[in-house]
């Protein structure tokens, strides 16, 4: 059998411009896009946007972007890969003219971030097997530490938790 190098991520690199309550895609809305922090919807703040082309050539188009029934981005009915040269706000509209979304400066939005900001609101765990040692994983802890992996204490060992409370979960067998 021969050794296979698996290393390209399967993934779908066309975003889907879902509505943020219901997650179904936003058919038939727009997208216009402006200089950071202004409205990109008035013209005067709107700024050059491009097709990428497959050999890396750009052509710039008119705006607003138009959303498929499938929640993507298409230019005369075809799939497209939009770009800009910087950083810029979105406003997503959907077909009945309704802003779906706002983001005032893409380049400072951060899905990931703004999960772990609304987690906080609740309950903040982190699981062991995010990190490569516990002291990682009790640093970055903020209520609870999910021990999801079969990790051995040891005698002697030490962690410090910086002064936190936490509430540490234990998944599996971890005393060896």
């Given at each position: 059998?021969?050794?296979?190098?698996?290393?390209?991520?399967?993934?779908?690199?066309?975003?889907?411009?879902?509505?943020?309550?219901?997650?179904?895609?936003?058919?038939?809305?727009?997208?216009?896009?402006?200089?950071?922090?202004?409205?990109?919807?008035?013209?005067?703040?709107?700024?050059?946007?491009?097709?990428?082309?497959?050999?890396g050539s750009h052509v710039?188009?008119?705006?607003?972007?138009?959303?498929?029934?499938?929640?993507?981005?298409?230019?005369?009915?075809?799939?497209?890969?939009?770009?800009?040269?910087?950083?810029?706000?979105?406003?997503?509209?959907?077909?009945?003219?309704?802003?779906?979304?706002?983001?005032?400066?893409?380049?400072?939005?951060?899905?990931?971030?703004?999960?772990?900001?609304?987690?906080?609101?609740?309950?903040?765990?982190?699981?062991?097997?995010?990190?490569?040692?516990?002291?990682?994983?009790?640093?970055?802890?903020?209520?609870?530490?999910?021990?999801?992996?079969?990790?051995?204490?040891?005698s002697g060992e030490t962690?410090?938790?910086?002064?936190?409370?936490?509430?540490?979960?234990?998944?599996?067998?971890?005393?060896?």
């Amino acid at each position: 059998m021969t050794d296979i190098t698996a290393n390209v991520v399967v993934s779908n690199p066309r975003p889907i411009f879902t509505e943020s309550r219901s997650f179904k895609a936003v058919a038939n809305g727009k997208i216009y896009i402006g200089q950071i922090d202004t409205d990109p919807v008035n013209p005067a703040n709107q700024i050059p946007v491009y097709i990428e082309n497959e050999d890396g050539s750009h052509v710039q188009i008119a705006q607003p972007l138009i959303i498929n029934a499938a929640g993507k981005i298409v230019y005369n009915g075809q799939l497209v890969k939009i770009v800009t040269v910087q950083g810029h706000s979105m406003a997503i509209y959907d077909s009945y003219g309704s802003q779906v979304d706002y983001i005032a400066n893409v380049l400072k939005y951060d899905p990931d971030q703004y999960s772990i900001e609304a987690d906080k609101k609740f309950k903040y765990s982190v699981k062991l097997s995010d990190y490569l040692t516990l002291q990682d994983a009790a640093s970055a802890a903020v209520d609870g530490l999910l021990i999801d992996v079969d990790y051995h204490f040891y005698s002697g060992e030490t962690v410090d938790f910086g002064g936190k409370a936490l509430t540490i979960d234990c998944k599996a067998k971890f005393i060896g």
